[in-house]
């Protein structure tokens, strides 16, 4: 009996000390530079502390930066966070998260308010997940017709087209990616997005990365290696 207690006591030691390897190697993994040679986070308040150089110096190629959610919220580090990025020389682009319940306008008008119409910004990212954000989903063709109004504001004070962030789920309810013609940034941990309707432009690999520079993880993001520089 009590030998058969000390060997459950060692498997499940040996158990404990597996995880928490494999954690360690999880949180510092990013697909390969060889294979994807642009990468970079996205910086939002949640990631804490954040020296740039140094995060430039571990590998960022770019960063994309939390700065609107919605018709009201703004990321309380974003202008911080923007003019850090030029100055550290990274290429940097503005996220918005939008709110199935929230008018395209109001949305529109909050982004365009907080975020400086820099040239040579990345194109701007919108965010559609649902996030619990909206409990009385939208028909798809009312959400379709507001996300045009939405990007219409939004891309002429970017001048640029739009990024579309969009999940699994999101899809499947609102087939963004058949039915807006946008570059699409989709997420998958470790794996190649596996889902929408046209290849994808950017990957969302990880959303645990530990990175140089940052003080709490990062979701971790490569760019197709196909698509201009």
Same mark, same amino acid.
């Given at each position: 009996?009590?030998?058969?207690?000390?060997?459950?006591?060692?498997? !499940?030691?040996?158990? #404990? @000390?597996?995880?928490?390897? %494999?954690?360690?190697? *999880? &949180?510092?993994?990013?697909?390969?530079?060889?294979?994807?040679?642009?990468?970079?986070?996205?910086?939002?308040?949640?990631?804490?502390?954040?020296?740039?150089?140094?995060?430039?110096?571990?590998?960022?190629?770019?960063?994309?930066?939390?700065?609107?959610?919605?018709?009201?919220?703004?990321?309380?580090?974003?202008?911080?966070?923007?003019?850090?990025?030029?100055?550290?020389? !990274?290429?940097?682009? #503005? @996220?918005?998260?939008?709110? %199935?319940?929230?008018? *395209? &306008?109001?949305?529109?008008?909050?982004?365009?308010?907080?975020?400086?119409?820099?040239?040579?910004?990345?194109?701007?990212?919108?965010?559609?997940?649902?996030?619990?954000?909206?409990?009385?989903?939208?028909?798809?063709?009312?959400?379709?017709?507001?996300?045009?109004?939405?990007?219409?504001?939004?891309?002429?004070?970017?001048?640029?087209?739009?990024?579309?962030?969009?999940?699994?789920?999101?899809? #499947?309810?609102?087939?963004?990616?058949?039915?807006?013609?946008?570059?699409?940034?989709?997420?998958?941990?470790?794996?190649?997005?596996?889902?929408?309707?046209?290849?994808?432009?950017?990957?969302?690999?990880?959303?645990?990365?530990?990175?140089?520079?940052?003080?709490?993880?990062?979701?971790?993001?490569?760019?197709?290696?196909?698509?201009?520089?």
């Amino acid at each position: 009996m009590m030998r058969a207690i000390i060997w459950g006591a060692f498997w !499940l030691l040996l158990a #404990a @000390i597996a995880a928490i390897a %494999l954690w360690q190697v *999880a &949180i510092r993994w990013h697909p390969v530079e060889s294979q994807y040679p642009v990468q970079g986070p996205v910086i939002g308040a949640e990631q804490g502390e954040v020296h740039w150089p140094t995060l430039r110096a571990a590998g960022a190629d770019f960063a994309y930066i939390h700065a609107t959610d919605g018709d009201t919220d703004r990321d309380p580090n974003f202008a911080a966070h923007w003019q850090a990025a030029q100055e550290a020389g !990274l290429r940097h682009g #503005a @996220i918005h998260t939008y709110e %199935l319940c929230r008018l *395209a &306008i109001d949305q529109a008008t909050n982004f365009v308010a907080t975020v400086p119409d820099r040239e040579g910004a990345l194109p701007p990212a919108i965010l559609l997940d649902f996030n619990d954000n909206c409990t009385d989903h939208p028909d798809i063709d009312i959400f379709i017709a507001e996300l045009a109004n939405f990007l219409e504001i939004v891309e002429q004070h970017a001048q640029s087209p739009a990024l579309l962030y969009v999940t699994r789920e999101f899809d #499947a309810e609102y087939e963004v990616t058949s039915r807006v013609e946008r570059s699409f940034w989709l997420p998958r941990r470790l794996f190649k997005p596996d889902f929408g309707a046209v290849p994808w432009v950017m990957w969302e690999a990880s959303d645990i990365r530990i990175v140089d520079g940052v003080e709490n993880p990062v979701r971790w993001n490569v760019v197709r290696p196909d698509q201009p520089g």
